[in-house]
């Protein structure tokens, strides 16, 4: 069974017990815009909801599964309403300054990745190409990460001067060192180094993604799914006694300060970048 939604931004597919949900903006890298991101709830709701539904492979259609959070492109929708589906906090739409960030992105990054977290199904993330900050938020929700040998990582938003994305999983998912690290330079890491940092479980050939991703969920899906439920749960639950869940709300106060900073001394929220002055500075660096 197929399934589009939105303009097809989002595209689901069952193909036996498993779901499989798909971002669809290949010609903007699938750029996450509002429309993508309460898609993807949908379908993720859909997903949980369907009982012939044991386990959800998230993927990207295209080269590339994620560039990250829209921040140029003409379907960029700050500005339109969507009835908040992660918190309850009033719509961002005609207020003003941090009041409109700080409304926007509790409810569609930090609220959305902590929903979809919870999820009771397991999840894996089926990544090749470009995995950048608002894409790694999206592959760390993930039980599971599954990348093929082209795909690249990095968060390199430091270059805006605020640190890393809303969904600071950071010291979690990569240790202390290697998140400072990967923040302190803003460089792209290789799926190789993020299976040997223990951030992803498999790296396969890219013609090998997606079936490689589909049937491990095809294994998983055969344990009884309250069991599986129960055990993301109590795997979640320890990460969040570790301080995960604390951690993140404390660093989503910093990362609003620096816009904040930014739009008092800079000439707007992001430090003057957008989106193709971040690719032009991440290549020049990553030449030196």
């Known amino acids: 069974m197929t399934e589009t939604s939105d303009s097809q931004v989002v595209t689901y597919e069952t193909r036996g017990r498993v779901a499989l949900v798909t971002m669809n903006r290949p010609e903007y890298s699938n750029a996450q815009n509002s429309a993508m991101t309460y898609a993807l709830d949908r379908a993720f709701t859909t997903a949980v909801e369907d009982d012939d539904v044991a386990a959800i492979v998230l993927a990207g259609n295209g080269k590339h599964f994620s560039a990250g959070h829209d921040i140029g492109t003409p379907g960029r929708d700050v500005d339109a309403h969507y009835e908040n589906r992660a918190v ?24 959305m990745c902590r929903r979809w977290r919870e999820i009771p199904k397991p999840t894996i993330a089926a990544v090749q190409g470009a995995c950048i900050a608002g894409g790694l938020m999206l592959s760390w929700v993930c039980d ?44 792209r890491f290789t799926a190789e180094q993020a299976l040997e940092w223990g951030m992803i479980n498999r790296v396969v050939p890219r013609a090998e993604l997606h079936d490689a991703a589909s049937t491990l969920a095809e294994q998983i899906g055969e344990m009884p799914g309250f069991g599986l439920a129960l055990t993301k749960k109590a795997v979640n639950q320890c990460e969040d006694i570790m301080g995960l869940r604390a951690g993140m709300d404390s660093v989503f106060g910093l ?13 707007d929220s992001l430090g003057g970048m957008d989106a193709r002055s971040m690719k032009t500075s991440a290549a020049a660096r990553e030449r030196t």
Do not use: C
């Not at 990362?255 to 000439?267: G, K, L, M, R, T």
């Open 255 to 267: 990362h609003h300060f620096a816009h904040s900073y930014n739009a008092e001394v800079d000439s």
């Open 144 to 187: 599971l990460i599954v990348a093929s040998d082209d795909a690249f990582f990095s968060d390199p938003v430091v270059r805006m001067g605020i640190p890393g994305v809303e969904y600071f999983a950071h010291p979690w998912v990569l240790g202390p060192r290697r998140a400072k690290e990967i923040l302190f330079t803003g460089q």
């Open 88 to 111: 309850l906090w009033w719509d961002h739409v005609r207020k003003a300054g941090g009041d409109q960030r700080f409304a926007r992105e509790m409810e569609v990054y930090l609220g």
